[in-house]
């Protein structure tokens, strides 16, 4: 049941409860909104401005589509044309190497923005899974942004961005699986008064001004 997914995100255990004592337990920030709401430039702000690390999934996916001798390279493209997303036992794998890859170099650096995750009900029972009690999930950062308007953001990044996803068949197929799939996860995070909404349709400094008033007041 979707209902239950989410407590158990909230469940506290000891911080001494990862890798022994000596490591602060990953803090996770969320960042979930549609293709093209602009989730990476923000995430970049927020990475010059705070001690966060960024991890976008759709990053760390296309990297493993990209890195040689992949068992899972050609499984992935097609999940990314298709708009449709990558079954979590992948991407979870990646997201834990990630955080725990920054956590071994530099012990100090255990506040994440995980972006673009958790995008449906399989991705969330995934990180409840795999990484419940090794991480505490802080909010949800939304970008909030009209369905046009992040149809046109990403055709205009088309032009140069080389993605296989950011043409308007992928697209319309992306937004979909955004309304169908990931807007009940942030519903099910607004339930527990964990989702921070920012209108995610102006200015790319507009949008940071209302980013940085919300980190200001969490931290
Ligand atoms: N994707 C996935 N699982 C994830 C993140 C991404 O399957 O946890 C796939 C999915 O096919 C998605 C694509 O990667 O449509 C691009 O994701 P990205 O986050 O890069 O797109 P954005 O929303 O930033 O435009
Ligand atoms: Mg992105």
Request: with cysteine; aromatic share 8%.
């Amino acid at each position: 049941m979707i209902g239950r997914l989410i407590g158990s995100v909230c469940q506290r255990v000891p911080s001494s409860s990862y890798r022994g004592s000596l490591m602060m337990k990953p803090q996770v920030v969320f960042v979930l909104g549609g293709p093209g709401a602009g989730k990476g430039t923000q995430c970049s702000k927020i990475v010059e401005n705070y001690s966060y690390t960024h991890l976008s999934a759709g990053d760390l996916l296309r990297a493993e589509r990209a890195r040689e001798g992949s068992e899972f390279g050609q499984l992935i493209a097609n999940y990314i044309k298709e708009g449709k997303i990558v079954p979590v036992e992948i991407t979870i794998n990646l997201l834990k190497k990630a955080m725990e890859d920054t956590m071994d170099k530099d012990a100090k650096k255990f506040r994440f923005l995980i972006d673009g995750f958790p995008r449906n009900e399989d991705n969330l029972e995934g990180w409840n899974k795999v990484m419940e009690g090794a991480a505490d999930v802080k909010f949800v950062l939304f970008f909030d942004c009209g369905n046009e308007v992040c149809i046109n953001r990403c055709l205009e990044r088309g032009k140069s961005s080389g993605r296989t996803d950011d043409n308007r068949e992928s697209l319309e197929k992306r937004i979909q699986t955004y309304l169908q799939s990931t807007r009940p996860i942030i519903e099910l995070y607004e339930k527990h008064g964990k989702v921070r909404t920012i209108d995610a349709s102006r200015s790319v400094d507009e949008v940071f001004a209302d980013v940085k008033a919300i980190l200001d007041k969490e931290d």
